[in-house]
């Protein structure tokens, strides 16, 4: 048997917390021969409910789950952890932006990167799931100076694989059938879900659907489909983005598949023309532990115009909150 390895969640007790952590046990990120120790955080008023998750995830006798750790200290949570899901953050409500929750989560981000900075493995992965993910990943890793600032990521593959779906559903295919997707820039409505490079059962995917419907169905469903799970649920989505969470780590750790990649949020470094100072959505493949970004694609003016447009984004974001990177 493997020697246990720390996973923190933050936000534990909260709607995506209460689905990863069962997730994270039964073996679903790390593989079903790897024993893990979670380290929940949680506000001090939620306590109680965190609890109620802890006495739970015993009741499940789950034979990977070496132990449990509930605190309302970040350095506590943080101690060792080899991988920091922080997903502790204010959801969005109907007609908001995911920027609009940019001052009350911002402030969040901060302590937690020095706290991991302090207390973490060094070799931490860290996956920022609390929206605006992207500029909570960069504030995140801004406090964090002591750790490696690539291992400092934000999650787009749920807007990865709700694109898949997607593209499945319309040419009557299953989601297997379909590779080489990519989510560019921002988890925001700026995405770019791109189909250029993508496959369907080894066929090009634009030779498959219409251009159309691409541009203007495909392109704004996926990147309007949380504040269309919001409407239908009356909550953001949860089990989706707990799943999309616990891909996006077993991808990182384990490795993506032979001949495809994934859409990744990591730290911009010049690739496609995105310069430094931004935490990105670009394809990326994935071995041995860590990441590099699928270089080389060929660009269109198309995708270079909507690349552009969520990277400004990005930049007005990291504008309004400068004061906490410093
Ligand atoms: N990147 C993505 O694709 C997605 C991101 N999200 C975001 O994930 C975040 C969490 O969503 P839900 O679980 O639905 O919200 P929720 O409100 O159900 O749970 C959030 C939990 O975080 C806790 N929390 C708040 N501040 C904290 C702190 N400083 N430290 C530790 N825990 C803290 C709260 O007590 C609560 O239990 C939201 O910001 C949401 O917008 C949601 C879906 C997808
Ligand atoms: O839309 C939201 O606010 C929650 C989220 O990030 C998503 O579902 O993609």
Redesign the pocket.
Known sequence: MKNPVRVAITGAAGNIGYQLAFRIASGDMLGKDQPVILQLLEITPALDALKGVVMELRDCAFPLLADVIATDDANVAFADTDYALLVGAR??GPG?E?KD?LEANGAIFGPQGKALNAHASRDVKVLV?G?P?NTNALIAQAAAPDLNPRNFTA?TR??HN?AMWQLAEKTDKHVNDVQKMIIWGN?SATQYPDISQCTIAGQAATSQVANDWYESTFIPDVQQ???A??KARGA??AA??ASAAIDHMRSWALGTASGDWVSMGVPADGSYGIEPGVIYSFPCVCEKGDYRIVTDLPISDFSREKMQATDEELRQERAAIEDLLR
């Open positions: 959801p969005r908001m995911r929750l799931v929206n993910a999650m749920l807007d709700r988890h489909r949380g504040a799970v919001i953001s989505s989706s983005a």
